[in-house]
């Protein structure tokens, strides 16, 4: 790959972060993000630069740890997606749609998705992983977040049912 792909920007948050980044969050190979919206998503938001994804580090360069290990985040997303994890092996003909946390702020990627995913394929059950739309707007002292609901909802629609 050309360097330009592994450029690494540097954003601060807060005193005790550094967050990394390299754009943009793609799955493990085998797999493909399924766009969920033809074209733009609806009511779609502006944000500060491209989709990123990155880890947590600390100032003096250290990667940040939760449970021992370093986390991978994403942000800015404005095209989201959906990975769909199958079982490897026997298949129990469940499947879980799995929403990765992060506050509406960024989305802790594999942390609380692609880890899940791999948890639940491993048992036999099809995992979903949707890349919804962060950041979200803060009202108050909460986050408003009608987009990521409608990344949700759009998720989860039956097969079959028209585009909206």
Known sequence: MRSAFMVSLVLFAGESHVWTAQVPWQ???GRTQIPLWPGEAPHARPVDGPEVAG???DRAGSKKLVGGRPWI???RVTQPTMTVY???GRNSGAAVIV???GGYNVLA???EGTEACEWLTSRGITCVLLKYRVPCAKVGPYRDCP???EDAQRTVRPCGSRPS
């Open 27 to 29: 799955p493990s190979a």
């Open 55 to 57: 880890t947590v580090v």
């Open 73 to 75: 985040y994403v942000d």
């Open 86 to 88: 199958s079982p490897g």
């Open 99 to 101: 929403f990765p946390g």
């Open 109 to 111: 990627i594999d942390l």
């Open 147 to 149: 987009t990521a609901l």
